[in-house]
């Protein structure tokens, strides 16, 4: 297994930037594809970024696409969500996460098997 420890999350105004970090254990970090979701107070977890074991392969949810990008050093065990013209609407807790399937990029929750603890992220209006 693989733990993950997420973390640069904030409070910041709109328009403003932030990269989330997400820290991973074991030997192992290049067999996992990575996800980023989000939940927001009295909402569903959404997807918002994935990317492959390599990093070749990447999506995104349409809110975010052109604004986030996900990226990972699997040198650093480590993937990344830089974050641009963030809004109030972004504001939610971040979780990063880890699937097995590492050639394919997906958003369905249910194909990751392993989840950090989350990292709050505010936009403030």
């Known amino acids: 297994q693989v733990q993950l420890v997420e973390s640069g999350g904030g409070l910041v105004q709109a328009g403003d930037s932030l990269r989330l970090s997400c820290a991973a254990s074991?030997?192992?970090?290049?067999?996992?594809?990575m996800g980023w979701f989000r939940q927001a107070p009295g909402k569903e977890r959404e997807f918002v970024a994935a990317i492959s074991g390599s990093g070749g392969s990447t999506l995104y949810t349409n809110s975010v696409k052109g604004r986030f990008t996900i990226s990972r050093d699997n040198t650093k065990n480590t993937v990344y969500l830089q974050m641009n013209s963030l809004k109030p609407e972004d504001t939610a807790v971040y979780y990063c996460a880890a699937r097995r399937s590492y050639v394919r990029v997906g958003g369905n929750p249910n194909e990751y098997d392993y989840w950090g603890q989350g990292t709050q992220v505010t936009v403030s209006s």
């Open positions: 074991g030997r192992t970090f290049s067999s996992y594809g």
